[in-house]
């Protein structure tokens, strides 16, 4: 009996192939735990079980399907799966040789593990066409991992199942391969497997023959007749790649403008450039414009933001910013959909400006690429690790360049903290826009060499800012807009001071609560009546707050004990056995909360706020209402909110806890100070967002 931890339907299958236990745990071929299957999958594939081959050296895994999973629209089923973002990969066996005088090639792990396990030195690709990839004219060349054998003078048999003597896509693939290495200087033949009833393969012949059998087979070389049909497709396919024409570069460069260029007038340029294609507040219109120059010098800072383009709806204008951006940006390359290893490797290669459109279509169930997306924050973490598939090395790929991401809601906590937020609204009828046209890259060319002059003239002066930051309270958000004030500090007053008002007007919109400071937020309000209290009553007052994400969460169904329980562990705070009156059961104690609340909620806003201004032009930027404070940093009136009507008699007073400040109503409730403060008007006589009565009732 085996000692294999395998599931029986998966050593039943190995065994069908000849393979010892001593082989299989060699080769490392375990079973996939279920609670892993999705999220290999990445969605809720209706299989029983998957069987894992990995691959060595290299991190890959291949996996086989119990039972094979037929998509509707397809005529054959799914039995092996490798992520659809990894390029073709070779097996080798534990006992394989590079070095010996005769190499096998076939198909598929389990027969080059037969193989090897009967003295045979034998590897596999993944698939009769897994040895090549297109090269970037089109051309098929063998992959990576090719390089790692000596082929000059080796004897080479490739020994496909035997129906390849009746598939002409087999025999092409066989024939494909065995020229591709017959130019590299080996001897190629290949070995012709006698035809069973069904199909011949080298694991079940080896499980029936010997190996002084199989080595008494017929071999062919490619010059054979046999390979006459495939030769022709093979002469077919290039003279199609001949009439080809010549791909395009991915990205291209722009010479730079002949002449020095006036930042105040390429900057206005861009500015209008925008307004007359998409509708967009006049803050949002100032970032674009200087985001865009940023994609031309982003170089010459340490920090490198996002710019996150989102909508509550579709049909906002959000792909016609991104179409806009991409004829004013520096290399811009604009997709719809876009894999993890596409992203670093395209950044590797070309160092494009990428422009992600519907990205709420798949950047949510993406850690993999939400962390690629992080990384490019900043210099020193822009990189990710892959394992090169030649040298089996370690090898390092940058994901440092311009970056805009385009979706319905809002993204990920973690990278909308890393992004400048443009928020788009679907235009009205009196709002009138120009299309952009067909030709609309080709037209903006002059502007985008001048955009790249402007950055070449003031590279220097760009690294060496230092310039003063108006104060937000948030440290990430002066770090991205660091850059973009640079920037506009060297375009000239009108630019500077513009910029510092559509930081702290975007800064106010887009500080959106990361879930775990909406919750701190909440359970403080609750606090404000009590030091102590039970978690079953702490989760019902959440539940019951309007318009908070308690009662709708996960599912449609209502946070938990154990749900809020996992939202705190992450602060150190557990619940813990606590009397209210004759009462005892789990719950938690204000004073548990005292240092987390210090550290991640702000006790005051931020000291400078702007009024949310009409679209206005450039021109406009001096007119702004504006004053100076001590570290010459431009602002603009604050708001003062008004307190509600039922709050008729107010005092401030310290709690016992000495917490914060609250406010005491005839009512009798207590309330944050925080909940007034963050009442904010949108308009003269807009009511506040937050209903004090609420929480004191």
């Given at each position: 009996?085996?000692?294999?931890?395998?599931?029986?339907?998966?050593?039943?299958d190995l065994r069908k192939s000849g393979l010892s236990d001593g082989t299989i745990k060699d080769a490392g071929i375990y079973t996939v735990p279920r609670d892993q299957i999705n999220k290999i999958f990445g969605w809720d594939i209706p299989i029983d079980s998957l069987l894992a081959f990995p691959y060595q050296g290299n991190g890959f895994v291949r996996y086989k399907l119990f039972p094979p999973y037929k998509k509707k629209e397809e005529t054959r089923a799914q039995k092996y799966y490798q992520k659809p973002d990894t390029p073709p990969h070779l097996y080798f066996p534990p006992d394989f040789d590079r070095t010996a005088e005769t190499i096998l090639i076939t198909e598929g792990e389990k027969k080059a593990l037969k193989a090897c396990q009967e003295g045979l030195n034998c590897f596999a690709s993944g698939g009769i066409w897994n040895f090549a990839v297109k090269d970037g004219k089109g051309k098929s060349q063998l992959i990576d991992a090719f390089n790692s054998i000596e082929w000059v003078d080796r004897k080479v048999e490739l020994v496909p199942d035997s129906d390849f003597h009746k598939k002409l896509e087999v025999k092409h693939a066989v024939y494909r391969l065995g020229t591709m290495l017959e130019q590299r200087g080996a001897n190629v033949s290949v070995v012709c497997l006698p035809i069973s009833e069904s199909v011949g393969k080298l694991d079940d012949y080896l499980c029936k023959h010997s190996v002084d059998e199989f080595e008494k087979l017929k071999r062919v070389p490619l010059s054979h007749k046999l390979f006459s049909e495939a030769k022709k497709q093979e002469k077919n396919?290039?003279?199609?790649l001949e009439k080809q024409p010549e791909k395009k570069p991915i990205v291209e460069d722009v010479e730079p403008w002949e002449t020095p260029v006036n930042g105040y007038e390429l900057f206005k340029t861009l500015y209008d450039v925008i307004k007359k294609h998409v509708v967009l507040d006049h803050h949002s219109l100032v970032a674009c414009t200087l985001w865009t120059i940023l994609t031309y010098c982003y170089n010459s800072f340490r920090i490198l933001p996002l710019l996150a383009i989102s909508s509550p709806e579709k049909r906002c204008g959000k792909t016609t910013l991104l179409e806009t951006l991409g004829g004013l940006a520096n290399k811009p390359l604009l997709a719809s959909?876009?894999?993890?290893?596409?992203?670093?490797?395209t950044i590797e290669k070309c160092s494009p400006c990428l422009l992600i459109d519907e990205a709420d279509t798949f950047i949510k169930d993406n850690d993999e690429l939400r962390g690629i997306l992080n990384s490019g924050h900043t210099t020193k973490s822009a990189f990710v690790i892959r394992t090169n598939t030649e040298t089996l090395e370690p090898e390092r790929f940058s994901t440092w360049g311009p970056k805009a991401v385009s979706l319905i809601g809002a993204l990920p906590d973690t990278l909308s903290d890393r992004s400048i937020a443009i928020r788009m609204e679907r235009k009205i009828v009196s709002e009138r826009v120009k299309r952009v046209s067909l030709d609309f890259d080709e037209g903006h060319l002059v502007l985008r060499r001048m955009c790249q002059r402007w950055s070449n003239d003031n590279t220097e002066s760009l690294k060496n800012a230092k310039p003063s930051m108006p104060e937000t309270g948030n440290d990430r958000?002066?770090?991205n807009w660091l850059p973009l004030i640079c920037i506009a500090d060297i375009a000239g007053q009108e630019w500077s001071e513009g910029s510092r008002n559509t930081m702290l007007a975007i800064e106010k919109v887009s500080a959106n609560d990361t879930t775990t400071q909406i919750l701190l937020k909440d359970i403080r309000i609750i606090f404000a009546a009590s030091d102590k209290i039970f978690s079953k009553e702490l989760v019902e007052k959440l539940i019951q707050i309007e318009d908070h994400l308690w009662g709708d969460w996960r599912r449609g169904k209502p946070i938990t004990?154990?749900?809020?329980?996992?939202?705190?562990?992450p602060f150190g705070i557990f619940s813990k056995t606590i009397r209210i009156d004759e009462n005892t059961s789990k719950g938690y104690a204000l004073e548990q909360f005292l240092d987390t609340f210090n550290r991640y909620l702000p006790t005051v806003p931020p000291i400078q706020s702007v009024t949310t201004s009409q679209p206005a032009s450039v021109k406009d930027f001096i007119a702004f209402q504006s004053v100076t404070q001590e570290d010459d940093v431009t602002v603009v009136n604050r708001i003062k909110p008004k307190l509600v009507n039922d709050c008729d008699v107010v005092t401030v007073e310290n709690t016992e806890k000495g917490v914060n400040r609250v406010l005491k109503t005839e009512k009798q409730g207590l309330v944050s100070?925080?909940?007034?403060?963050?009442?904010t008007l949108a308009g003269k006589n807009t009511q506040p967002i937050i209903?004090?009565?609420e929480f004191l009732g």
């Open positions: 009996m085996s000692n294999l931890n395998l599931d029986p339907l998966h050593l039943e396919a290039e003279k199609q959909s876009i894999t993890p290893s596409a992203i670093f490797r958000a002066t770090d004990q154990s749900g809020l329980a996992r939202l705190l562990k100070l925080d909940i007034i403060n963050s009442i209903n004090v009565e």
